[in-house]
T-cell receptor, first 110, second 112 residues
Framework: EDQVTQSPEALRLQEGESSSLNCSYT??????LFWYRQDPGKGPEFLFT???AGEEKEKERLKATLTKKESFLHITAPKPEDSATYLC???????????FGTGTRLTIIP | NAGVTQTPKFQVLKTGQSMTLQCAQD?????MSWYRQDPGMGLRLIHY???????DQGEVPNGYNVSRSTTEDFPLRLLSAAPSQTSVYFC???????????FGPGTRLTVL
């Protein structure tokens, strides 16, 4: 059974304090690993897709990396507007279902 | 270009009532899915469709029905609402296998 575990559950950082969020996964034949951002009361917003170990993608202050067992979302010099819950999900090959983690709630303090 | 729209935004039902959650997309995506999100749990797939006229069950299908008569619309029907169906429901679409899903704004449903 596919599984996704995200850590930490919650993270509070000072503005400008860089850190990383972790997504550990087990899946039979990874088709893709996805990162989403979710603001309170809204739907998840797509950030990145990673397909194979060693792949990296960047967007503004965010950088996602992937190994065979985990993915990291690195946040560099975060701003208060980066506060949100960050979700990780995996899709197995030949399977429509995305398996989601429970998310990391990130708070950036001005 | 509205993307993915869902109605209603909020709904309160009594146990045993039925209702339909609406989802529409204007991106011409083949794949559409329904998820539910509960506190402390990840999003879970209820039903999905890979094209008009084709639907299949996800992880938690019991108590829900779907149909897909057009590419644009994918309604979710609750046949006889139960308190366990209190949740936030999200519709999502994507184009092609392995591609990212785009989510709607959600419907918050409370069953009393």
């Amino acid at each position: 059974e596919d599984q996704v575990t995200q850590s930490p559950e919650a993270l509070r950082l000072q503005e400008g304090e860089s850190s990383s969020l972790n997504c550990s996964y087990t899946v039979s034949g990874l088709r893709g690993l996805f990162w989403y951002r979710q603001d309170p009361g809204k739907g998840p917003e797509f950030l990145f897709t990673l397909y194979s170990a060693g792949e990296e993608k960047e967007k503004e202050r965010l950088k996602a990396t992937l190994t065979k067992k985990e993915s990291f979302l690195h946040i560099t010099a975060p701003k208060p507007e980066d506060s949100a819950t960050y979700l990780c999900a995996v899709q197995a090959g030949g399977n429509e279902k995305l398996t989601f983690g429970t998310g990391t709630r990130l708070t950036i303090i001005p | 270009n509205a993307g993915v729209t869902q109605t209603p935004k909020f709904q309160v039902l009594k146990t045993g009532q039925s209702m339909t959650l609406q989802c529409a997309q204007d991106m011409n995506h083949e794949y559409m899915s329904w998820y539910r999100q509960d506190p402390g749990m990840g999003l879970r797939l209820i039903h999905y469709s890979v094209g008009a006229g084709i639907t299949d069950q996800g992880e938690v299908p019991n108590g829900y029905n779907v149909s897909r008569s057009t590419t644009e619309d994918f309604p979710l029907r609750l046949l006889s609402a139960a308190p366990s169906q209190t949740s936030v429901y999200f519709c999502a679409t994507r184009q092609g296998d392995g591609n990212e899903q785009f989510f709607g704004p959600g419907t918050r449903l409370t069953v009393l």
